[in-house]
Every structure is written in structure tokens, then in C-alpha cells.
């Protein structure tokens, strides 16, 4: 059980494009859903805190217009890199709570080239 | 500012041996630890958490062990085994384990066969 997907798994993109990327809780609803961004050899940093019915809360530094985070359902959340550049390459991974349980469940991430 | 660093980005251990991986954090409002492995572009799997009510918690071969007062907590692999190879990355949260995570730099485990 708990088990987070994520969709693409790998984009490649031209630049000025905008990408979405999903994540799913398969087996479980999640009021609160995670989204974390990965540099080369770099630690996961959080972008933002996407809670349903209600406006994802930013990370300090993190655009919200140009990293735009839509959580409709209790299994969808959504990101969408508008006007990708390639700086914004990188490895997304999103994660999702399970009531009752004091962890997060990681997707497989999702890799974005931009070229 | 990083708040939570693992300082040895590598270590490699025998087969057999124990694993001691570090993580030293500078937020005292951290009450809830956890450690991930993570295989390269793959999502982190959860392996063991802590709160700070305890200084210890074990499952299975895994051992975590929490210093508050030293704002330091490590993990004991024992025994390693080939498998366990990946990366480590421990993270830290304010309100248990559904808050967002702070994340450290990870540590790369090789453990040779």
C-alpha cells in the first residue's frame, strides 16, 4: 500500500514550453501533497505544500506563477513549469501523507530537460 | 543556510560491517527525524523515523539514534550488506512526520561484497 506515481516519468522540452507533471496516491487519499526538486548530486529541496481544495503554499525563492501547483482531488496533485527554461532542468519528486502515518511517500520523480 | 548537513557526502564498508551514517542539524525546532534511501533518479524510500521524545529506534538492521543536545542524530546499518548501496539522505521536520521535510545533502553508502 501507499504507493505514489508520478507522470512522466522524463520530459524533454523545448524552451518557452510549459510541462506538466502529475502525482497520483494510488491506494490512499492525501490531504497534503509535497513537491521537491533535485539539482546533479544535490540535496531535495522543497518547492511548495499542496493541500486540497486550497492554494499551495510556497517555499521561500520558489515562483508561483512560473511553478503553478493545482491540487484538485484527494488523489491528484499537479505541477505545471510554465515557460520552462533550461535552468529549470531537474529532477521533480513529489510526495504524499497518509492519515495516520508519520511519514511521506515519495513518487519516482520526474526528470525535465530543457533544451 | 543549510539547516541539516551530512557531512561525509561518501563512506564505504565492508560486507558484513556496520554502516554509521551522520547527520548534524541546527534547528532546535526539529522534533521528528527520518532517514530515506535513494537510488539515482528514483524517489526516496522511507527506512526508519525518530522523534525527539526518544534517542532511539531500531527496525530490523537499521538503527537510528538521536543526540539533542549535540543537535546530531546518526544511522547504524549492521549488518551491511551489498544491497544497501544507494544514497542516504536524512530530513528533519517542525510538526512530526506530515510536515515538510528539510532535507540533508545525503551521504553515498558503497558497501563492498
Known amino acids: 500500500g501507499a504507493v505514489v506515481s508520478q507522470h512522466p516519468s522524463w520530459v524533454i522540452c523545448k524552451s518557452g514550453t510549459s510541462v506538466k507533471i502529475e502525482c497520483r496516491s494510488l491506494?490512499?487519499?492525501?490531504?497534503?501533497m509535497f513537491w521537491y526538486r533535485q539539482f546533479p548530486k544535490q540535496s531535495l529541496m522543497l518547492m511548495a505544500t499542496s493541500n486540497e481544495g486550497s492554494k499551495a503554499t510556497y517555499e521561500q525563492g520558489v515562483e508561483k506563477d512560473k511553478f503553478l501547483i493545482n491540487h484538485a482531488s484527494l488523489t491528484l496533485s499537479t505541477l505545471t513549469v510554465t515557460s520552462a527554461h533550461p535552468e529549470d532542468s531537474s529532477f521533480y519528486i513529489c510526495s504524499a501523507v497518509l492519515a495516520g502515518v508519520e511519514t511521506q511517500y515519495f513518487g519516482p520523480g520526474t526528470r525535465l530537460l530543457v533544451l | 543556510d543549510q539547516q541539516v548537513k551530512q557531512n561525509s557526502p561518501s563512506l564505504s564498508v565492508q560486507e558484513g560491517r556496520i554502516s554509521i551514517l551522520n547527520c548534524d542539524y541546527t534547528n532546535s525546532m526539529f522534533d521528528y527525524f527520518l532517514w530515506y534511501k535513494k537510488y539515482p533518479a528514483e524517489g526516496p524510500t522511507f527506512l526508519i523515523s525518530i522523534s525527539s521524545i526518544k534517542d532511539k529506534n531500531e527496525d530490523g538492521r537499521f538503527t537510528v539514534f538521536l543526540n539533542k543536545s549535540a543537535k546530531h542524530l546518526s544511522l547504524h546499518i549492521v549488518p551491511s550488506q551489498p544491497g544497501d548501496s544507494a544514497v542516504y539522505f536524512c530530513?528533519?521536520?517542525?510538526?512530526?512526520?506530515?510536515?515538510?521535510?528539510?532535507f540533508g545533502t545525503g551521504t553515498r553508502l558503497k558497501v563492498l561484497a
Open positions: 530530513a528533519a521536520s517542525e510538526y512530526g512526520g506530515t510536515y515538510k521535510y528539510i
Open positions: 491506494d490512499f487519499q492525501a490531504t497534503t
